[in-house]
């Protein structure tokens, strides 16, 4: 079967030239013009309005901020977005156009410290997560909950390593889902006590992502063994492509971008089609309407309507 992919480059308004840039993650902003945020490796965040035809930067953020590794909007106001960087938490009440620290009250935790010169300065924000009772960030050295919008913040570590990186959240019919080094950890009382859920899975796995399985389960991406599924309380591998980075669930389907340019979907957690191959990795998945929109290390690219029908094995 055939595919279509187009590549959309994220240029500067002074540039004559694409700026290729490695994109970490997008987000929709919803509205009577829809936004694509994109956040990049080493370029801060950029925005389309256009369904990607063209990009602006809009964000850059001080120190190592301009590396930013997720975003993630507020349910509850979706003009509130939270990025994630390699300096620390930031928000933003308008869309993604101005940004504050989202960083207080965490002087006594892991994810600030004092370095030699008296100047704080914050670890790696990995992964985001807004539930109706908590708002969670997962870090280079821990998971932190925050009971009042990010302004303060709690180390939740009872049951889990001492400072695991965590890359991916989720809740799931009540259950907070945890994934990094070290595999699988879930809560059942809101981040207080952690236990570890690594049946099935492989000794000393990394979880890059985790998303809810058509099958009304938990799904997992494992870094080098691919995507497992949670299935009486046992993990079990239902796509073998080791290089699966980002999971996305979307109208009951299942997607998954892999570093080989892969995008595959299931429509029941367990078999599998592929439905594009890419350029570059893939990083990121998100929708906008009917259009499938990936991050990759080369920009971003579009997989239109009919690329995801006519899928290939």
Known sequence: MRYLAVLLTLTLATASAPLEVFVNDLQLLPGDQPTLLAATEAAGIWRSTDGGANWEPIARFPGAGEYVNVLALDPSDPQRVLAGTEDGLFASADGGLTWTPSQ??????????????????????????????????GTSDGLFASSDGGQHWVLSESGLPAAPRIY?????????????????????????????????LPQSTLVLDLAPSPDGSVAGAAFGAGVFVLADGSWVQTLSDPRVNVLLSHQGKLYAGSSSGAVYQTTDGYHWTTIARLEGQVTALTFAGETLYAGTSLGVQVVPPASQTEATT
Do not use: K, M, P
């Open 168 to 200: 991916a959240l989720l809740e799931a019919d009540g259950t907070l889902y945890a994934g990094g080094f070290g595999g699988i950890f879930i809560s059942r009382d809101g981040g207080e006590h952690w236990i570890s859920s690594n049946l099935g």
């Open 104 to 137: 207080a009250g965490l002087e006594s935790g892991r994810l600030l410290y004092c370095d030699l010169t008296g100047a704080l300065e914050s670890h790696r924000v990995q992964a985001i997560l807004f539930t109706a009772q908590q708002l969670y960030a």
